[in-house]
């Protein structure tokens, strides 16, 4: 990490699957005027492309490989977040829930973690970061001044999950979703690399009765609280 990235704020946003923090984090960062990294979508797009390349998924050193060379790429389009994959934009595919599973089973492995990690901080950049993810306030951004750990409980996860799904034109049913959140949430939680926890220095805003704007506006005060930004 360069001195300019070290000197760069960072908000770091955590939380489980369909905790709303990728929206929130997208907002945030669009008030703020700073970077956004969605750490999910390069496990995502890893998973995504292995299934590909028919690299298996806990072939852990030919994942690293292809972590490393991954030909990933991020751009704003009309407010939204368009990732691309060797040019060819793949963001409806990515967010699809048997991609979701992919790349939860590809970030267990630690040495595509390690491959990861660097790619992640290099977006540390001027006015700053916003960096939404799993374990970015615990491992990637650890001296993040301010962290959040954002959470709702399975069945309101899964509700939201599934109107995205259904908006998108995905099939999907709400009592599944809520079944593989809470294996998802126990995976994730009880995996030996970076377990989803909030970091000890985290706050911790449970959604469940909060609507996007609330927690937004939480996020920004705090902010504004901790000087990050003259104005929220």
Known sequence: MTQTQAQTPILAIDGPS???KGTVARIVAGRLGWHLLDSGALYRVLGFHAEQQGVALDDAEALQA???RLPVSFREQGGDTQVCLNGEDVS???RDERVGELASRVAILQPVRDALLARQRDFAEAPGLVADGRD???VVFTAAPLKIFLTASAEERGRRRYN??????????????????RARD??????EVAPLKPADDAIVIDSTAMTIDDVVNRILDEAARRALVQSA
């Open 66 to 68: 292809l972590a490393q």
């Open 186 to 191: 126990d995976r994730d939680m009880q995996r």
């Open 136 to 138: 970015m306030g615990t």
């Open 164 to 181: 995205q799904l259904k908006e998108k034109g995905f099939g999907a049913t709400l009592p599944a979703l809520i079944e593989d959140i």
């Open 92 to 94: 409806r595919e990515i």
């Open 18 to 20: 369909s905790s709303g």
